[in-house]
C-alpha cells in the first residue's frame, strides 16, 4: 500500500498570503497523483490533477508540481473562499486507492 | 453537468446491512468507473471500493472484501454498495465519486453530497 503523507496537518495563513502544501507519497506514483478541497459540510471537489493540471473552473492562483514521491500545491494568493481542508490522492499503483490524512489551511 | 445523488444512509445496528444507491446523470453512464469513499466524523477521507465501467470489475480495500459487495445498473445510471456485517467503524458519510475514465486509472472528477451511515446500538 502507498501511504500519502501531508504537512503541515494545519497551515495558519493571512488573506492574500501564499500557501504551499505538501504531499509525500512512501514510493513513486510518477504524475499520477490528485489534489482535492473540502469545505465543511461539502464532497471533496477536484482541484489538480496529474499532479499539475487544473481541473475546469479551478482559478489560476492554484497549482501543483512535483512528480515521484513529492508534490506541492501552492495558492498564490489566498481568497476568503480558499480556507478549507486539503487532500492529496494518488492513483498510480491500486488497490488501494489512497489519500493522504489532509491539511487544514486557516486564517492567520 | 454531471449529478451524483446517494440515498440509502441510515441508522442501523451492529451486523446489520444496508445498501446505498447513487443515481447519476448528465453523463454516459456506463463510459466510466466510478467508486465509494467514506469519511467518518471528524476524519480524512478513505477509499472504500470501485467498480469498472464496461465489464464492471471490480475492488476492494482488505477489510472490506467480503462484507461489502459494488454493483451498477448501467441502464438505470445507478451505482450501488451493498454493506453486510456493519461495524461501528463503518459510521461515515460515504460518497459516490466518477473517475475520468472507464478503467479507474484516473482522478476522481465529480462528487456527490454524501450519505451518512451510522452504525449503533
Known amino acids: 500500500e502507498i501511504v500519502m503523507t501531508q504537512s503541515p496537518v494545519t497551515l495558519s495563513v493571512s488573506p492574500g498570503g501564499r500557501a504551499a502544501l505538501s504531499c509525500r507519497a512512501s514510493q513513486s506514483v510518477g504524475s499520477n497523483l490528485a489534489w482535492y478541497q473540502q469545505k465543511p459540510g461539502q464532497a471533496p471537489r477536484l482541484l489538480i490533477y496529474?499532479?499539475?493540471t487544473r481541473a475546469t473552473g479551478v482559478p489560476a492562483r492554484f497549482s501543483g508540481s512535483g512528480s515521484g514521491a513529492e508534490f506541492t500545491l501552492t495558492i498564490s494568493s489566498l481568497q476568503s473562499e480558499d480556507f478549507a481542508v486539503y487532500y492529496c490522492?494518488?492513483?498510480?499503483?491500486?488497490?488501494?486507492?489512497?489519500f493522504g490524512g489532509g491539511t487544514k489551511v486557516e486564517i492567520k | 453537468e454531471v449529478h451524483l445523488l446517494e440515498s440509502g444512509g441510515d441508522l442501523v445496528q451492529p451486523g446489520g446491512s444496508l445498501r446505498l444507491s447513487c443515481a447519476a446523470s448528465?453523463?454516459?453512464?456506463?463510459?466510466?468507473?466510478m467508486s465509494w469513499v467514506r469519511q467518518s466524523p471528524g476524519k480524512g477521507l478513505e477509499w472504500v471500493s470501485s467498480?469498472?465501467?464496461?465489464?464492471?470489475?471490480?475492488f476492494f480495500t482488505d477489510s472490506e472484501k467480503g462484507r461489502f459487495t459494488i454493483s451498477r445498473d448501467n441502464s438505470k445510471n445507478t451505482l450501488y454498495l451493498q454493506m453486510n456485517r456493519l461495524r461501528a467503524d463503518d459510521t461515515a458519510v460515504y460518497y459516490c465519486?466518477?473517475?475520468?475514465?472507464?478503467?479507474?486509472?484516473?482522478?476522481?472528477?465529480?462528487w456527490g453530497q454524501g450519505t451518512l451511515v451510522t452504525v449503533s446500538s
Open positions: 448528465g453523463f454516459t453512464f456506463s463510459n466510466y468507473a
Open positions: 467498480i469498472t465501467g464496461i465489464g464492471g470489475r471490480t
Open positions: 465519486a466518477k473517475y475520468s475514465d472507464s478503467s479507474g486509472h484516473s482522478n476522481f472528477d465529480s
Open positions: 496529474g499532479a499539475s
Open positions: 490522492q494518488q492513483y498510480d499503483i491500486w488497490p488501494p486507492l489512497t
